[in-house]
């Protein structure tokens, strides 16, 4: 397929020429799209990772911790050190390994940007919606499509014949094909990786969660300590 310029300032020209832009367009996009995906997945494993070196050297000194073994994931990870520490503030009795976590918990204050989540979740949002965007695409192919046909029509050239409308149909109908083509393949991908998405998500509620409960708790327990004392 040929793409030249229009020269004029005809309508169904122009609209032919766009038309022409539409399937190429679709597929190039759909392309950084999926490298957009990639980009997302590699930013969630990387989060994930600092969560879990964290809450490893936060619960280092515990006595009673999860053992994991090797290549475990890494939420699952980040779960059993969560439930390490909600462990702890549950029995009064672990009076060292509370006094520990109230001592570590410069580690967590020092590292917050972990659980920083507003940008991810955002260009997880976008990498979703704008899914939708590519039927729609294929449709305003199709329409450009059949509006230059229509133009030639009007206009009376000599070009507007069966076999011209008929091609630029035949470009509409590929257009429409990119459109849903991508867009299922983008949705597969999507559905895959929203669920360690998701997770990410989960584990930063969690910890958030935990390091409220241990300030909370750990800082009572702290104060009634020298109270007493």
Not at 64 to 76: D, I, K, Q, Y
Not at 121 to 133: D, K, N, Q, S, W
Not at 198 to 223: C, I, P, Y
């Amino acid at each position: 397929m040929s793409f030249h310029i229009p020269q004029s300032g005809n309508v169904g020209e122009w609209l032919q020429f766009f038309s022409s832009l539409s399937t190429p367009v679709i597929a190039i996009v759909a392309i950084l799209h999926l490298f957009y995906f990639w980009f997302l997945r590699n930013w969630c494993a990387r989060d994930l990772r600092v969560i879990a070196e964290t809450l490893d050297d936060y619960t280092r000194g515990l006595k009673h911790r999860s053992v994991l073994e090797r290549g475990v994931a890494l939420t699952t990870q980040v779960d059993a050190f969560v439930q390490d520490v909600n462990d702890v503030l549950s029995d009064s009795s672990r009076s060292e390994d509370r006094s520990e976590c109230l001592q570590r918990m410069q580690i967590l204050d020092e590292k917050r940007r972990y659980l920083e989540s507003l940008s991810f979740e955002t260009a997880t949002h976008v990498a979703r919606t704008m899914i939708e965007a590519y039927p729609l695409s294929g449709v305003l192919g199709t329409v450009l499509a059949i509006g230059s046909a229509l133009q030639t029509d009007a206009s009376g050239q000599s070009a507007s014949t069966v076999n011209v409308v008929m091609e630029r149909f035949g470009d509409s109908i590929w257009s429409t094909f990119a459109g849903l083509f991508a867009a299922i393949v983008l949705m597969f991908i999507n559905s895959i990786l929203e669920v360690r998405f998701n997770r990410l998500t989960d584990s930063r509620r969690h910890v958030r969660e935990m390091v409220a409960r241990a300030k909370r708790e750990l800082g009572l327990a702290a104060q009634r300590s020298e109270g007493s004392s």
